[in-house]
């Protein structure tokens, strides 16, 4: 007697669930498993190519093929709502192809994109494509070893329901950071992991939505300044202590943890007073230093400062 395929009979829903957990190329396997797995894998919301690196050289490479497919699926309704590359190299011949990709993702509701690139350290002069600025549901945007440029055909409300943006080993400068906070005010969560040619994060724009705000692996001499920050609730600082200064309470925050990532002492007395003051309204807090100082003290056998 011929055993049933009783996976296979299981709601559309159910098994496009468990296909949002595979790596594509498992995700491609499934198609030989019967005719219904065939046009099943290509309508996934989640397309998750970050197990694999895609080739943009590679006219035959199969993870950029399957992704071909996937966005001009045919799948009526299809949205897509979850996408993930890896991106081996990016060069202006050939970021066309990923602008289409985009594009074609955010024809289908595309709410979170993930670009990672890996070729950060060799290049430092390719333009992300343009639209990525022009995404009209993108929610959480992840960027990952690029260098973050807004077009000057970019108008200043791009992304504007973007609510969470994480930018790693990303090269921007003060400017087109501010530029962002300025236009996303619906933005949630900011994380800033080791970004490059930054020297100053202000948030100072009273209408944003900024609730939850990382940063770390800073270089010794940027600068964060809580300038105005009505909604933040957490922070989490990793950098020279001294480089970190609230302007005012941040009436809304209630957890921070600062973590001195170098030598540099944070002054005890008056001006440590005055550090915490601002929050002093604070429920947690975690501080991580090196050493407080005390004032004066010996220094070779003669009197100095810490």
């Known amino acids: 007697m011929e055993e049933s395929d009783q996976i296979s009979e299981l709601p559309d829903n159910i098994l496009q669930r468990i296909l949002s957990l595979l790596p594509i190329k498992d995700k491609i396997r499934t198609s030989v498993l019967s005719k219904r797995w065939l046009h099943l894998w290509p309508s996934n919301p989640m397309l998750n190519f970050g197990h694999c690196i895609i080739d943009l050289f590679n006219d035959d490479d199969v993870a950029a093929a399957a992704l071909d497919r996937c966005l001009h699926s045919s799948t009526a309704n299809l949205q897509i709502m979850h996408l993930r590359l890896n991106i081996d190299y990016l060069d202006g011949s050939h970021v066309t192809r990923l602008d289409r990709w985009i594009h074609r993702a955010d024809e289908r509701f595309l709410s979170v994109l993930e670009l990672h690139f890996s070729d950060f350290y060799d290049r430092f002069d390719e333009e992300l494509p343009i639209s990525l600025f022009s995404c009209r549901w993108l929610s959480e945007l992840l960027l990952s070893g690029c260098v973050f440029r807004r077009p000057s055909s970019v108008p200043l409300n791009f992304c504007s329901k973007l609510r969470s943006l994480k930018?790693?080993?990303?090269?921007?400068?003060?400017?087109?950071?501010?530029?962002v906070l300025q236009a996303c005010t619906f933005l949630e969560s900011l994380i800033l992991?080791?970004?490059?040619?930054?020297?100053?994060?202000?948030?100072?724009?009273?209408?944003?939505?900024?609730?939850?705000?990382?940063?770390?692996?800073?270089?010794?001499?940027?600068?964060?300044?809580?300038?105005?920050?009505?909604?933040?609730?957490?922070?989490?600082?990793?950098?020279?202590?001294?480089?970190?200064?609230?302007?005012?309470?941040?009436?809304?925050?209630?957890?921070?943890?600062?973590?001195?990532?170098?030598?540099?002492?944070?002054?005890?007395?008056?001006?440590?007073?005055e550090y915490f003051l601002k929050i002093s309204h604070l429920e947690t807090l975690a501080l991580n230093v090196s050493f407080l100082c005390t004032g004066r003290r010996k220094v070779g056998g003669k009197d100095g400062h810490c």
Request: aromatic letters at 6%.
């Open 167 to 179: 930018l790693q080993h990303v090269r921007i400068t003060n400017e087109i950071l501010a530029s």
């Open 193 to 273: 992991s080791c970004p490059y040619g930054l020297t100053q994060l202000e948030i100072s724009n009273q209408n944003l939505q900024l609730k939850w705000l990382v940063v770390n692996d800073l270089v010794s001499s940027c600068r964060v300044v809580i300038a105005d920050a009505p909604n933040l609730q957490f922070i989490l600082y990793s950098g020279n202590l001294l480089n970190l200064s609230f302007m005012k309470k941040a009436p809304s925050l209630v957890q921070a943890t600062l973590i001195s990532s170098c030598h540099t002492p944070l002054p005890f007395g008056s001006d440590c007073r």
